[in-house]
């Protein structure tokens, strides 16, 4: 909530705490002061008592106000000075090859290992997800299943989920249909097949920057190149810069993440959203969109995908339930529109089929309500711990750090300052048992080498509260 008047929030309860973050920064409420009952504020202004309840919490996670028991909400002793946002980026308008595999293996073996505080890979807390409800229910599907279940189940995918998932469309505006989807082993097989679908090895694939690494390895094993095209760390992909890539490169597909991107956390405005598609559309080019964040927003209402505004069937929807219900399942599906067929081809190419049973049990999860019972308690938890995480690293590292400032997903992108090497850092970090992602796997340029990414997808603890005050402490020694 720093300089909270320049601050232009979108969400309801976002403006309620940023009205009051104003009367402290004015001194309109001072330290100690009571500010007004959930109640009061409530029919004051005019909104309801679960939208107050947001904007406390976020005015508490971000260290204006402290609640006490059976008394309310208080401002605290000392109003806090957070880190300031980073700026669009700026890479090189240049074609590269793609090569980071043998960082990248180190960088995930290392936050596998027992006893590292694991802040870098993007992933939900196994504590915040059902497991124990979704595994009775794939309990009861094996117990009535019939020996159809334990036939390939060939391309499109379990005809139920894929009803299923087509229904949930209707939330963000889409009408999708079950004979739209395929289903697939996780998001980034998704990814990888429409990529195959539509272009070729030596091809070259416009992303946002900084990129998911994940994406830098398809590209890698697909043998295509990557354009890194600037990105807003708000707003997403810079639209002038991609439509003038668009004038001076080849560009076979764009590939980008509209909605939470992986790792800056931006989520592309509406309007942002059509025009792409509409640019993309009038030239031809396919648009593959990774929309596995998309639930996990923090405000009143899903965003629309890209997908939304696709009319001609030139946006390639992917998606996955691994990052906030079973990542163990591995069920992903897209939508790939005129590109269906061959999709599906490469379906058959690659993996044959998918398991029957977890799709079964992810699709009655979904006809049950469990499942949207189960996102409104995980978006409130992960809200809470982004911001958490937000406040800690204002807290704990050097000045003239900045940190994103996400509306939904789990992750925050940390631009440190320059002097501090990201990769000398990671390496400093294992030795305390510390585990982060470096900018250097975001990007084919050196221009992310001071950044690093955090995954806020841990309930907030002691344990990695120290761990941010180590890296802090280990970051300022860099600068002197």
Same mark, same amino acid.
């Given at each position: 909530?720093?300089?909270?008047?320049?601050?232009?929030?979108?969400?309801?309860?976002?403006?309620?705490?940023?009205?009051?973050?104003? $009367?402290?920064?004015?001194?309109? &409420?001072?330290?100690?002061?009571?500010?007004?009952?959930? %109640? /009061? &504020?409530?029919? #004051?202004?005019?909104?309801?008592?679960?939208?107050?309840?947001?904007?406390?919490? $976020?005015?508490?996670? @971000?260290? =204006?106000?402290?609640?006490? +028991?059976?008394?309310?909400?208080?401002?605290?002793?000392?109003?806090?000075?957070?880190?300031?946002?980073?700026?669009?980026?700026?890479?090189?308008?240049?074609?590269?090859?793609?090569?980071?595999?043998?960082?990248?293996?180190?960088?995930?073996?290392?936050?596998?290992?027992?006893?590292?505080?694991?802040?870098?890979?993007?992933?939900?807390?196994?504590?915040?997800?059902?497991?124990?409800?979704?595994?009775?229910?794939?309990?009861?599907?094996?117990?009535?299943?019939?020996?159809?279940?334990?036939?390939?189940?060939?391309?499109?995918?379990?005809?139920?989920?894929?009803?299923?998932?087509?229904?949930?469309?209707?939330? =963000?505006?889409?009408?999708?249909?079950?004979?739209?989807?395929?289903?697939? =082993?996780?998001?980034?097989?998704?990814?990888?097949?429409?990529?195959?679908?539509?272009?070729?090895?030596?091809?070259?694939?416009?992303?946002?920057?900084?990129?998911?690494?994940?994406?830098?390895?398809?590209? @890698?094993?697909?043998?295509?190149?990557?354009?890194?095209?600037?990105?807003?760390?708000?707003?997403?992909?810079?639209? @002038?810069?991609? @439509?003038?890539?668009?004038?001076?490169? #080849?560009?076979?597909?764009?590939?980008?993440?509209?909605?939470?991107?992986?790792?800056?956390?931006?989520?592309? +405005?509406?309007?942002?959203?059509?025009?792409?598609?509409?640019?993309?559309?009038?030239?031809?080019?396919?648009?593959?969109?990774?929309?596995?964040?998309?639930?996990?927003?923090?405000?009143?209402? %899903?965003?629309?995908?890209?997908?939304?505004?696709?009319?001609?069937?030139?946006?390639?929807?992917?998606?996955?339930?691994?990052?906030?219900?079973?990542?163990?399942?591995?069920?992903?599906?897209?939508?790939?529109?005129?590109?269906?067929?061959?999709?599906?081809?490469?379906?058959? &190419?690659?993996?044959?089929?998918?398991?029957? $049973?977890?799709?079964?049990?992810?699709?009655?999860?979904?006809?049950?309500?469990?499942?949207? %019972?189960?996102?409104?308690?995980?978006?409130?938890?992960?809200?809470? /711990?982004? /911001?958490?995480?937000?406040?800690?690293?204002?807290?704990?590292?050097?000045?003239?750090?900045?940190?994103?400032?996400?509306?939904?997903?789990?992750?925050?992108?940390?631009? &440190?300052?320059?002097?501090?090497?990201?990769?000398?850092?990671?390496?400093?970090?294992? /030795?305390?048992?510390?585990?982060?992602?470096?900018?250097?796997?975001?990007?084919?340029?050196?221009?992310? *080498?001071?950044?690093?990414?955090?995954?806020?997808?841990?309930? =907030?603890?002691?344990?990695?509260?120290?761990?941010?005050?180590?890296?802090? *402490?280990?970051?300022?020694?860099?600068?002197?």
């Amino acid at each position: 909530m720093e300089n909270s008047t320049s601050l232009k929030p979108t969400l309801l309860y976002e403006q309620v705490a940023h009205q009051i973050a104003a $009367l402290i920064q004015r001194g309109t &409420l001072r330290s100690g002061d009571r500010i007004p009952s959930v %109640r /009061q &504020l409530r029919s #004051d202004l005019g909104v309801s008592m679960s939208t107050v309840l947001e904007a406390y919490r $976020l005015l508490e996670s @971000e260290g =204006w106000v402290e609640a006490r +028991p059976q008394s309310g909400y208080y401002v605290r002793s000392t109003a806090p000075i957070l880190p300031p946002e980073p700026s669009i980026s700026a890479p090189a308008p240049v074609v590269m090859d793609v090569g980071i595999s043998t960082l990248l293996l180190e960088v995930l073996a290392t936050a596998r290992r027992p006893g590292v505080v694991s802040l870098g890979i993007s992933e939900t807390s196994p504590a915040l997800l059902p497991t124990l409800r979704l595994n009775q229910f794939l309990s009861k599907v094996a117990r009535h299943a019939d020996i159809s279940t334990n036939c390939y189940d060939f391309p499109p995918g379990n005809e139920f989920l894929r009803r299923r998932i087509a229904k949930r469309s209707l939330n =963000w505006g889409g009408s999708l249909s079950a004979e739209d989807i395929v289903t697939t =082993w996780g998001c980034m097989e998704s990814i990888n097949l429409c990529l195959r679908a539509v272009a070729k090895p030596g091809d070259t694939i416009a992303v946002e920057s900084p990129v998911s690494y994940a994406f830098l390895q398809s590209f @890698e094993s697909l043998g295509m190149k990557v354009l890194e095209i600037p990105t807003h760390p708000r707003d997403g992909i810079s639209l @002038e810069a991609l @439509e003038a890539a668009i004038q001076t490169h #080849d560009i076979k597909a764009v590939l980008i993440i509209p909605t939470f991107s992986n790792p800056i956390g931006s989520c592309m +405005p509406e309007d942002n959203k059509r025009q792409l598609v509409e640019m993309l559309t009038q030239v031809q080019i396919p648009l593959i969109e990774d929309d596995a964040l998309g639930e996990l927003y923090f405000g009143d209402h %899903r965003p629309k995908p890209a997908k939304a505004f696709d009319t001609e069937g030139m946006v390639m929807l992917c998606s996955s339930f691994s990052k906030d219900l079973a990542p163990g399942y591995r069920v992903g599906w897209t939508a790939p529109g005129r590109f269906r067929t061959q999709v599906e081809y490469m379906k058959h &190419l690659s993996t044959i089929a998918n398991c029957t $049973l977890p799709q079964l049990a992810v699709a009655e999860f979904l006809q049950s309500g469990s499942y949207d %019972r189960h996102l409104r308690r995980l978006r409130k938890a992960l809200a809470i /711990q982004v /911001q958490q995480m937000f406040h800690a690293i204002g807290e704990f590292f050097p000045e003239g750090t900045k940190v994103t400032r996400p509306t939904g997903g789990m992750i925050l992108w940390v631009e &440190l300052p320059k002097t501090v090497d990201a990769l000398q850092l990671y390496r400093q970090a294992v /030795q305390h048992n510390i585990s982060i992602m470096p900018g250097h796997l975001f990007s084919m340029t050196t221009q992310y *080498q001071h950044c690093i990414r955090i995954n806020c997808g841990y309930p =907030w603890s002691s344990e990695i509260e120290q761990a941010l005050a180590i890296l802090g *402490q280990l970051a300022k020694q860099q600068g002197l």
